[in-house]
């Protein structure tokens, strides 16, 4: 074997051939581009590159296409070093929150199983348990964050994956197994596909979920902060100026979810196959069986540490990040885990998403740099009042697909805030628009895994692979709820909001300040 062959075998290990020549190829012509052509289209072309390392995350994980790509991008000078590290500053809280929040939800997994798992065995309807997921979901990420919401139920997927997979692998609950691994599944093959199919649909309720109820209120998704911030509004205000959107995509959503379910279209409507449900109420009697008064001593802890995270989350109480941290304290230091290497397990999970997320941060920065949304923020600006509030919906829809719903959100609010202050427009006329950003930021972000932070991490997980979630079933699993989730947002956007908000205002429930 040449030098050339074995680099090039080298070079993105397993991943195909056909995939490393693309790779090759972009970061060939990416200089071309942007030294022969145009350092604007050497970015919108960065940026679909990035997008499509992220559809191919299972042919091989994003962050080192993507990196060998925002490392190009800093040698060419799309961007520099000083400003990546300013976006990650800028973005310090959601770094925390996956380096100890989704470690700490690790270490709730025995008492986070033991309940979903009750749940899966008392409910028998399939349409009411995916309605649950969903509105459980919804309600979480009203207060908690989106992130952590899909944590939990992607540690409770893995739980009832890796209890039957071992079952099926003629091991026991006890054994170590591979689940990984279909080597050892023989006869059971076409109940595991449908088992990760029935899975496949409650995890996308969930996902879908964590957006319905994320957009209701100022904690639900880190850009609702920032446009909160900058209207001056309070917790109760901002549920009110978003509610005439917010609350008639809440309904449709619910309806989404039951059509889809009853008709069995779009990948849904997999039943949970009956022998399934044997092995895992077996599992749950055996469990219970064995239960000693340490372990409930340990599902005291992980309870109460529980609701110390929900407590500590609504109020506020500290960072999404501590708070995670100290969910990790708590269940270790009261559920006998003192070792190294037990620690380490738990951030397994996280640690990769998070060196991706730098990655991403670096895209953003180009993004930024070469002023990318500059034209269309300019032209949605300039046009007639009547129309701003559904370009800006649209515009922040559109690119709230393709990048990231936080960094389009927060330059929206900023150059709506700029208009403002320069009396470009009004207080009532920018109030309109900020509740057009937030909607526009967090439904049609639906659409593809790279719209919200939730869906990514979900796509990158260790369990996508196992329940074959890829990033053309999560789009197209997604496009039902994209289609009536963006609808019904524009229909309510045009005709509710504004007569909603002058009703508020006579009633004396908004100031215009």
Request: net charge neutral; charged share 15%; hydrophobic share 55%.
């Amino acid at each position: 074997m040449s030098n050339v062959d074995a680099l090039f075998k080298n070079f993105l290990g397993k991943s195909p051939e056909w995939y490393k020549l693309c790779i090759i190829a972009f970061l060939m012509i990416n200089p071309l581009i942007y030294f022969f052509i145009s350092p604007f289209a050497a970015g919108w072309t960065l940026v679909a590159e990035f997008i499509f390392t992220l559809s191919m995350a299972l042919k091989c994980y994003p962050l080192q296409p993507g990196g060998l790509l925002a490392i190009e991008a800093v040698i060419m000078g799309m961007t520099h070093p000083h400003h990546i590290k300013e976006e990650i500053i800028a973005n310090f809280d959601v770094i925390l929150l996956l380096m100890f929040m989704v470690a700490g939800i690790y270490f709730m997994k025995q008492l986070l199983l033991y309940i979903f798992t009750k749940l899966l065995i008392t409910i028998h309807s399939k349409k009411i348990l995916s309605l649950s997921f969903c509105l459980s979901a919804a309600f979480l990420s009203a207060f908690l964050d989106a992130l952590t919401v899909i944590a939990v139920i992607i540690s409770v997927g893995t739980g009832f994956y890796g209890v039957y997979h071992k079952v099926a692998s003629g091991s026991s609950f006890d054994d170590s197994t591979d689940i990984a691994n279909d080597e050892k599944i023989l006869t059971h093959k076409e109940i595991l596909e449908q088992f990760r199919g029935f899975l496949r649909s409650l995890l996308m309720h969930a996902g879908v979920g964590s957006a319905l109820g994320g957009v209701m209120t100022m904690v639900g998704e880190p850009q609702n902060l920032i446009i909160a911030s900058q209207a001056e509004w309070g917790f109760l205000e901002f549920l009110l100026r978003v509610l005439p959107v917010s609350l008639p995509v809440l309904i449709c959503g619910i309806a989404t979810c039951l059509i889809v379910e009853k008709y069995k279209i779009f990948g849904y409507g997999d039943r949970l196959p009956r022998k399934v449900w044997v092995v895992l109420a077996r599992y749950n009697q055996l469990q219970e069986q064995k239960m000693t008064t340490q372990d409930r001593l340990k599902m005291l802890a992980q309870s109460l540490a529980g609701i110390w995270l929900i407590i500590g989350l609504a109020l506020h109480l500290a960072d999404v990040g501590i708070i995670g941290l100290t969910i990790i304290i708590i269940c270790t230091a009261f559920c006998g885990i003192t070792e190294e290497h037990a620690l380490g397990k738990a951030f397994q999970e996280s640690m990769p998403f998070t060196a991706l997320l730098i990655v991403f941060f670096s895209i953003v920065a180009v993004i930024i740099d070469l002023k990318l949304f500059q034209p269309i923020i300019s032209f949605v600006l300039s046009s007639e009042p009547h129309s701003q509030l559904s370009l800006f919906y649209i515009f922040n829809g559109l690119l709230s697909m393709i990048s990231d719903n936080v960094f389009v959100g927060t330059v929206y609010i900023n150059e709506a805030k700029t208009a403002l202050t320069s009396n470009i427009i009004g207080r009532e006329q920018f109030d309109l628009i900020a509740v057009a950003i937030n909607t526009g930021t967090n439904l049609p972000s639906v659409a593809t895994p790279n719209g919200q932070a939730a869906f990514l991490f979900l796509l990158t997980s260790s369990f996508a692979p196992l329940i074959k979630l890829s990033y053309g079933r999560m789009v197209y699993m997604a496009l039902p709820y994209t289609i009536v989730l963006s609808i019904i947002g524009f229909l309510s956007l045009e005709f509710l909001l504004p007569k909603f908000t002058e009703l508020m205002i006579n009633w004396g429930w908004f100031v215009i300040r």
